[in-house]
């Protein structure tokens, strides 16, 4: 009689805290993104379970890219505040807080805490984002001087996210952290587009979206289209004019290169449809969502060879040597071949659909729980 009654207790609620503070306000970036969609199918994943979840914000404008949820407005996450950051979420009662970063505060936490690692770019790359405060640009430099921060920030928490298979490789090969890891994908938004039913192998149009950091290697590109006579390269992103000038100036003769400025998404996605490849030189990558939002689009993708790429493209890509501008004209040049293009275009929508926002959400329900019922047993 007892163990039935037990059995039909209700299960005590789990309050989940996730950090969305690294969203922007007005238009997202990556870590924006991931985090944004990420907790919308994270919202989704515990409809009817034992999880309740609030996100935390710093800025009320960020409202306006996350989805509807319960929130907490607290310390901007690069603010002196974030030291005592833990109290306050101790005070609210967390039991599990997850943070779409790895800088997140956590001294004095009584709760369980999962922090996310997006890639190790900066370490071999160490320019830091150009819209960060100069105080923040100066601690970014120090901070990837070696990894000996990086680990003692990841060992503070209970279990670390990865966003890739590539990332939680590299986390293991340089012995980052000695807690669990697990990978909580990125995606695209998008799903897959029905199949094309105009075939652009002839138009010889491509199209550039993305940052412009030295790791992009935006350089390579431009200078491809120097054995790509007649091709037309759309650079899609925002981009500042000094850094447009030093692009300008290695165009070769005779190339075209437009330089938007930053489009809307319904130019952007008119600009894919009419382009023959979606195109990127990286020389690393966290992850690449305009590759695979490209591929569910339909439009074939030319790439880096690098392991992050094979990872999210696998076979659905033209792959070359950044480094080598005729191997990537070489790469865009088998799609001008019209049963190719077709081919890799099927193959990215299919391609495209391996990673879904659903099944990350579904991981990161399974780590919060695993975090959890941890903490349960050992405290």
């Not at 970063?101 to 160490?126: A, C, E, K, N, V």
């Not at 986390?171 to 995606?187: E, F, G, K």
Request: overall charge negative; glycine content about 4%.
């Amino acid at each position: 009689m007892s163990k039935s009654t037990k059995s039909l207790q209700p299960s005590p609620r789990l309050s989940v805290f996730f950090d969305a503070r690294f969203t922007r306000t007005t238009h997202h970036d990556g870590i924006s993104r991931y985090g944004s969609c990420l907790l919308s199918a994270l919202l989704t994943a515990v409809e009817g379970t034992e999880i309740d979840v609030t996100m935390i914000i710093s800025d009320e404008a960020q409202l306006a890219l996350l989805p509807e949820c319960s929130w907490v407005q607290l310390s901007d996450p690069t603010s002196p505040a974030e030291v005592a950051i833990a109290g306050k979420l101790n005070a609210l009662g967390a039991d599990v807080v997850f943070s779409t970063m790895q800088t997140m505060g956590s001294f004095g936490r009584r709760y369980g805490l999962i922090l996310t690692i997006h890639d190790l770019i900066y370490y071999s790359h160490p320019e830091p984002p150009g819209d960060l405060p100069l105080p923040v640009r100066l601690l970014w430099r120090a901070y990837h001087l070696s990894f000996f921060p990086q680990r003692l920030l990841l060992n503070r928490a209970d279990a670390v996210a990865a966003v890739s298979e590539t990332t939680k490789e590299l986390i293991a090969a340089n012995r980052l952290t000695d807690r669990p890891v697990q990978v909580v994908s990125n995606a695209a938004e998008a799903v897959a587009a029905p199949a094309r039913t105009v075939n652009r192998h002839d138009a010889k149009t491509l199209i550039y979206m993305g940052a412009f950091l030295p790791y992009k290697n935006v350089e390579s590109l431009i200078r491809a289209l120097e054995h790509l006579p007649g091709w037309t390269l759309h650079i899609a992103s925002r981009i500042d004019g000094r850094r447009e000038a030093q692009l300008r100036a290695l165009i070769p003769d005779r190339a075209r290169v437009v330089f938007h400025r930053g489009i809307s998404d319904e130019e952007y996605a008119r600009l894919l449809d009419e382009s023959t490849a979606l195109v990127t030189a990286s020389r690393e990558e966290g992850f690449g969502l305009p590759v695979i939002e490209a591929m569910a689009k339909g439009v074939p993708v030319a790439v880096s060879d690098i392991p992050i790429f094979r990872e999210i493209a696998a076979e659905a890509a033209e792959y070359f040597d950044p480094e080598d501008p005729r191997s990537i004209a070489h790469a865009i040049d088998r799609l001008t071949d019209a049963g190719r293009w077709a081919e890799q275009s099927a193959a990215g929508r299919r391609q495209s659909q391996v990673f879904d926002w659903a099944k990350s959400a579904d991981s990161l329900v399974e780590l919060i729980r695993s975090v959890a019922a941890h903490r349960k047993t050992n405290n």
